[in-house]
């Protein structure tokens, strides 16, 4: 196989069991998941189908009971907790549904935290920052604590600090679940053009079909098994109307039959 031909991430016959003997509960029940560097996955299904256990495997957050987790071909599962830890600070950034911030901290200095297990300076870290803030569209905003900003730039500000260290996957479980429909588009075109100017490969859950209208590929989970898995077209793509192929193919072919 060519080194094109790995992916960034290949789940293979992943299961995870919750709890032990009586109790246990199988939440993935044999799950095989390919996803290519740059990829944007809406992952979508039923509460309780699996969806936050899949993302933190994906995410080296958890372990799966069985199965294979290839990152860039090397199995995840064998290596040790310090090993996952370095994996998930170098490649992964985290953007959840309820934020996550720190409260009397500044914007500016919950966006650097991630940094300051690096061992970067001062410095390094402010300019980090700032970059990541004005990436996300809050310039002027850095020194507000998250008490003073919406739940959109709370959300944002979230987004600033899953960046800010140039992660190659941002895993995002229903990011948008504590915003209003404005608040809720605004993000997705803000993760939407992380992928699509950025190359970051996005990984999202979500219930809303809105939401997922952004992804380059949707997949939905039923019982902790893959259920379907089909590329979409991202909705700033289409054209205003339909998905943006149906308007042209309509004017051709009415040129034709004219
Ligand atoms: N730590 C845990 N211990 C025991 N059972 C768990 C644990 N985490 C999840 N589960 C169970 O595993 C199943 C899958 O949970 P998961 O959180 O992955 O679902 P989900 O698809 O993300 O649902 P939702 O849309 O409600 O967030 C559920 O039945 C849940 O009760
Ligand atoms: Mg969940």
Wanted: glycine share 10%; charged share 20%; with cysteine.
């Amino acid at each position: 196989m060519s080194a094109d031909a790995i992916p960034l991430i290949r789940l293979r016959g992943v299961t995870k069991t919750y709890g032990q003997g009586a109790l246990a509960f199988q939440a993935l029940k044999g799950v095989d998941l390919d996803i290519a560097q740059g990829d944007f996955v809406a992952i979508m299904g039923p509460s309780g189908s699996g969806k936050s256990t899949a993302m933190n495997t994906l995410g080296c957050l958890d372990r799966p009971t069985t199965g294979e987790y290839l990152f860039k071909g090397v199995p995840v599962q064998g290596l040790d907790r310090d090993e996952r830890a370095r994996l998930r600070r170098r490649y992964f950034g985290f953007v959840f549904q309820g934020f996550h911030l720190l409260p009397r901290t500044s914007a500016q200095e919950n966006v650097e935290l991630p940094l300051l297990y690096r061992g970067e300076t001062t410095a390094q870290r402010h300019a980090a920052a700032q970059k990541a803030l004005a990436a996300v569209g809050l310039n002027g905003w850095e020194h507000h604590t998250p008490a003073e900003l919406s739940g959109g730039q709370q959300q944002r500000v979230a987004i600033a600090r899953a960046i800010v260290s140039n992660p190659v996957v941002l895993l995002a479980d229903e990011p948008t679940g504590n915003l209003d429909s404005q608040r809720s588009a605004e993000i997705m075109q803000l993760l939407w053009q992380l992928n699509q100017t950025q190359g970051i490969t996005v990984l999202m859950v979500t219930h809303e079909p809105e939401m997922a209208a952004y992804a380059r590929r949707i997949v939905h989970f039923r019982d902790g098994l893959l259920d379907s898995d089909r590329p979409n077209t991202p909705l700033p793509l289409r054209g205003s109307q339909g998905d943006g192929h149906a308007p042209a193919l309509q004017e051709s072919v009415a040129q034709e039959v004219q």
